[in-house]
């Protein structure tokens, strides 16, 4: 009888162990776990501190006598797996219960996850400093945030800005600090700082572009020291800088691991050592989009792997056709969800791409309770989609899932133009977000439209050949306005082009591009040299938002 060898449970190792029995009824499986539990909803555990899932028993997905009665397979939690002999084909494991003993197999599965960073920080090593990966950690946290006023969360990714939403939902007062400009590394500024100014009007307290120094311990409390000179005391500290492959065991190994120590595999999740596999965050992945190697630690390509990995030990040569980061994350009233590369990626690989931003209800205005999505899409001179970030309060994450299919089946915008999306209107507009943002990315490929992003109205400030229009009505304009623009209304246009010079070139914006469009092909039309504006003023006016600054 062939025996099969799990380490780790979860996401990747769960999915491998039940899909590679559903395959084989014959072949032995033992699964390695060393915690208490074997598959626990991880996304789910900030919501279970923040009293929003209120019954922890709700986190677990499967239970040893779960795998066992239904799938006969032998799990052994509270067993660590600490060393590796590929030769051997033998693993060693330091149980709670049975001590330290070998184990052979004729194919080994590793997913041993990622644990929290933890850099070298004076002070990082406190009693008051807690991490969440695992159902210890969050009862730690469940227990301490019972008795406490504040906290500080360091780190912006999602665990930190999940986590600083559910302390705040709980009463306490909630600082972020994070290292980088913004949160969120998924997502570009023009959409970000919607976010962050989401969480400053909620009440959490935001330090970007700030590292962390120091911890100290101050009587009942904690001061965290930054590289500012500023000071920021709380009863706690959350820290989520991060994560890094759980794979330390392996160092010594054949096994062929990357830089920063993920674990290297094929297109069917095969490591290097023929009949051994791995998956989930530990493991080295490569980018949809870009084709560049990367990690990406996120739980729907952990269960791909975990399959991919049974098929292949079971004969289906099945292949894991790469990682595009789809994700999606609520911050308070607001959804923001990404697919795809954004910008920053983009630049840093040196890729040539246009950008388009709209804002279009989330379904028909005329039907109660409509209210507007921002839509982000970044693509090449041939059209291709590189990545699309979205953010509102309802929707958001449908059309980036449209989005992230037809990235997948490798469309182009123009295909966007052609989706025959479901349209009644408590659900959408018969011109959708999606459609929409095809039309205004093919009017720019085709030369109908030529845009400029927000942020490039800095350089022009000392351009005197370049003129801000703003084409709103005289009310809008009153509420806010680009300092220095000169004002058209766009339907008294026409009878005003005596007004402009020819001989300088016109950046036009509306309030969120539809109007500008109309404005800048009457102006074309008439030999005039303009620009759309992407996203209108109510991009430029997110753009302005600054974070409060403590001290």
């Not at 598959?39 to 677990?60: H, M, Q, T």
């Not at 590292?211 to 930054?226: H, Q, R, S």
Request: glycine letters at 8%; aromatic letters at 6%.
């Amino acid at each position: 009888m062939k025996k099969a060898l799990i380490v780790g449970g979860v996401a990747a190792g769960a999915s491998a162990a039940a899909r590679l029995r559903r395959l084989d009824e014959n072949i032995e499986i033992i699964m390695f776990e060393k915690g208490d539990y074997i598959s626990f909803a991880n996304c789910g555990l900030p919501y279970y501190i923040g009293d929003v899932i209120e019954d922890r028993d709700k986190l677990f997905v499967a239970t040893p006598k779960l795998m066992k009665d239904r799938f006969r397979i032998d799990v052994r939690v509270n067993s660590e797996v600490i060393s590796l002999d590929v030769l051997s084909k033998k693993v060693t494991v330091n149980s709670k219960e049975q001590g330290t003993y070998e184990e052979t197999y004729d194919f080994l599965v590793l997913a041993p996850g990622a644990k929290p960073l933890k850099p070298n920080i004076s002070g990082i090593e406190s009693q008051r400093i807690f991490t969440l990966r695992n159902i210890k950690d969050t009862d730690d946290i469940k227990l301490a945030v019972r008795s406490i006023k504040s906290a500080v969360v360091i780190g912006g990714g999602y665990i930190g800005v999940e986590m600083a939403e559910n302390l705040r939902h709980t009463g306490i007062e909630v600082t972020l600090v994070e290292a980088a400009p913004h949160i969120l590394m998924p997502f570009d500024e023009d959409i970000v700082v919607v976010a962050e100014k989401e969480m400053e009007d909620k009440g959490i307290k935001l330090i970007l572009n700030d590292g962390v120094n120091a911890f100290n311990e101050i009587g009942d409390g904690i001061e965290v020291e930054l590289q500012s000179n500023t000071y920021v005391k709380a009863d706690i500290v959350i820290s989520a800088m991060g994560v890094a492959p759980d794979t330390r065991f392996l160092q010594d190994t054949d096994i062929i691991l990357g830089i920063k120590g993920h674990i290297l595999v094929n297109e069917h999740m095969e490591t290097n050592i023929k009949g051994i596999y791995a998956g989930g965050d530990a493991v080295e992945v490569v980018d949809f989009t870009s084709g560049m190697q990367t990690a990406i630690p996120l739980a729907g390509p952990a269960n791909k792997h975990g399959r991919i990995i049974a098929d292949n030990i079971s004969g289906l040569t099945t292949t894991y056709k790469n990682t595009q980061g789809t994700s999606v994350i609520k911050i308070f009233d607001l959804t923001l969800a990404a697919t795809g590369n954004n910008e920053r990626i983009l630049e840093r690989l040196g890729t040539s791409y246009k950008t388009i931003i709209i804002h279009a209800n989330n379904h028909a205005g005329y039907y109660p309770g409509a209210s507007q999505m921002t839509l982000k899409v970044i693509f090449d001179d041939s059209g291709k989609i590189l990545g699309a970030q979205a953010l509102g309060y309802e929707g958001v994450e449908k059309r980036i899932d449209v989005m992230a299919t037809v990235i997948r089946l490798g469309g182009r915008v123009y295909d966007l133009t052609e989706l025959e999306l479901s349209y009644a209107p408590p659900f959408g507009s018969a011109k959708d977000p999606v459609n929409f943002a095809g039309y205004v990315a093919e009017n720019v490929l085709t030369g109908k439209s030529d845009v400029v992003h927000p942020r490039d109205l800095k350089k022009i400030s000392q351009d005197d050949q370049i003129v801000i229009l703003d084409v709103r009505t005289e009310a809008e304009r009153a509420h806010g306005k680009v300092e220095g623009s000169f004002h058209i209304n766009v339907n008294e246009l026409r009878e005003n082009l005596d007004k402009l010079d020819i001989n300088k070139e016109y950046w036009i914006h509306c309030a969120v591009g539809l109007r500008a469009y109309v404005a800048e092909r009457i102006l074309k039309q008439a030999g005039f040299k303009c620009k759309n504006i992407t996203g209108g003023y109510k991009t430029i006016q997110a753009l302005q938002f600054k974070p409060q600054i403590y001290k």
